[in-house]
């Protein structure tokens, strides 16, 4: 299985401001994917990153408020962008081998917004 | 939006007793997987059930799939303190992208 660096592990924004996470993996993957778990919830997708083009985002989600970087096969950048209280959540980097079974989290961005 | 449904929600048990938590899904899956999570952080994978499965086991987990019924099992057997996290189901469905789309969770807690 692959082994995900996610940073920050954590920070503390003001409102009004952007955030850029970072995911590094350490081999190449074919598909990655960005999750949001807010306070007390389960994960939801926010989209899927495609190397090389615009990512796929999931209802509810738009490029201007969670704009998607992946240049290669092996990292991606989530920025959650104009940040107000209620992006206050974990958001999670997952990666896949082999398409629809194993899948690796990183160990995910803990983001207060205050 | 969640596919599955998982219940119950919260589930507290004795040390050495069974757990059950029992997750519910809407679409055709190609298979479906149950993590864990410890402190709101990193899944951890646990077990991954192929939608032509009834039945896998790895230690002391076990899980069901009734595809009739769009419904999975999880059970931990002889629980420990350590078994103490959130417990998520997770679907791949059979059109569309690869992509897991998770159900609400249970968090278990196991008392000493």
New interface residues.
């Given amino acids: 299985s692959a082994v995900i660096s996610q940073k920050p592990s954590r920070d503390i924004c003001q409102r009004g401001t952007s955030l850029t996470i970072q995911c590094q993996v350490d081999s190449q993957v074919t ?1 990655m ?1 960005w999750y949001r ?1 807010q306070p007390g ?5 926010i989209a ?1 990153a495609n190397q090389g083009s615009e990512a ?1 985002y999931e ?1 509810g989600f738009v490029i201007d408020k969670f704009p998607i970087s992946r240049p290669n096969l092996t990292f991606s950048t989530l920025t959650v962008s104009n940040m107000s209280p209620e992006d206050s959540s ?1 958001y ?1 980097c ?1 990666v ?1 081998f082999s ?10 961005t ?1 983001l207060t917004v205050v | 939006s969640q596919q599955g449904e998982e219940d119950p929600q919260a589930l507290s048990i004795q040390e050495g007793e069974n757990a059950t938590m029992n997750c519910s899904y809407k679409t055709s899956i190609n298979n479906l997987q149950w993590y864990r999570q410890n402190s709101g952080r990193g899944l951890v994978h646990l077990i991954l059930i192929r939608s032509n499965e009834r039945e896998k086991h790895s230690g002391r987990l076990r899980v069901t799939l009734d595809t009739s019924k769009k419904s999975s099992s999880l059970l931990i057997t002889a629980s420990r303190a350590a078994d103490t996290a959130s417990y998520f189901c997770a679907t791949v469905l059979i059109q569309g992208a690869q992509k897991l789309v998770f159900g609400q969770g249970t968090r278990l807690t196991i008392n000493p």
């Fill in positions: 598909m994917f778990q919830q389960s994960l939801t997708l899927t796929t209802s974990i999670l997952s896949s398409s629809g079974l194993g899948y690796t989290f990183g160990s995910g803990r």
